[in-house]
């Protein structure tokens, strides 16, 4: 398997939790962990594989005015990758219980832009075990990546990222 470069955001939280999780069960040899924060597109140019987690969009931050600055400051990059040859998985926290109208909603922004850009995405998820109203990160029926919810499901976070490794490994070469 070529070296994962696994990009994340915000830091200090349950994303970043769950990311080194990830790379822990794909091997620290084989992935690199790089916060979203300060990156830019030509960070992505070493990585065939990538890797993109995110946080969901909550209540604080439509009630502030102000978007979490993470993944909104990285947001001009993407215009900048090139996706020739790179092969993308995604995963996103979010809380079903308190947002079920939006769960793991910014999953779904962040596909939606790789997608525009004609991105190569694995790992979409069936939605049958999650319990929710709606979601952006819905396409086709499934999870455009892995939806955790460390709130109120962090019992299944370990077999949850396990059966999805499993899954994007098959793609990432």
Same mark, same amino acid.
């Given at each position: 398997? @070529?070296?994962?470069?696994?990009?994340?955001?915000?830091?200090?939280?349950?994303?970043?939790?769950?990311?080194?999780?990830? %790379? @822990?069960?794909?091997?620290?040899?084989?992935?690199?962990?790089?916060?979203?924060?300060?990156?830019?597109?030509? &960070?992505?140019?070493?990585?065939?594989?990538? +890797?993109?987690?995110c946080s969901t969009i909550g209540g604080e931050t439509w009630d502030s005015g102000r978007p979490k600055p993470?993944?909104?400051?990285?947001?001009?990059?993407?215009?900048?990758? &090139?996706?020739?040859?790179?092969?993308?998985?995604?995963?996103?926290?979010?809380?079903? +219980?308190?947002?079920?109208?939006?769960?793991?909603d910014n999953l779904g922004v962040i596909g939606g832009i790789l997608l525009s850009k004609n991105a190569k995405?694995?790992? %979409?998820?069936?939605?049958?075990?999650?319990?929710?109203?709606?979601?952006?990160?819905?396409?086709?029926?499934?999870?455009?990546?892995?939806?955790?919810?460390?709130?109120?499901?962090?019992? @299944?976070?370990?077999?949850?990222?396990?059966?999805?490794?499993?899954? +994007?490994? %098959?793609?990432?070469?």
């Amino acid at each position: 398997m @070529k070296k994962i470069g696994i990009f994340y955001g915000p830091t200090g939280g349950f994303t970043e939790k769950v990311a080194m999780l990830i %790379q @822990k069960k794909l091997g620290v040899e084989n992935a690199d962990l790089k916060p979203i924060i300060g990156a830019k597109a030509n &960070n992505l140019d070493k990585y065939d594989n990538i +890797i993109f987690g995110c946080s969901t969009i909550g209540g604080e931050t439509w009630d502030s005015g102000r978007p979490k600055p993470d993944w909104d400051v990285f947001k001009p990059e993407f215009d900048k990758i &090139n996706y020739s040859g790179k092969t993308f998985a995604l995963f996103g926290l979010g809380d079903n +219980i308190s947002y079920p109208r939006h769960f793991v909603d910014n999953l779904g922004v962040i596909g939606g832009i790789l997608l525009s850009k004609n991105a190569k995405i694995v790992g %979409q998820i069936g939605k049958d075990e999650y319990e929710f109203t709606d979601s952006e990160a819905l396409i086709d029926g499934k999870f455009i990546g892995l939806p955790i919810n460390e709130e109120f499901e962090s019992d @299944k976070t370990e077999a949850r990222v396990d059966d999805w490794i499993k899954l +994007i490994a %098959q793609d990432f070469r």
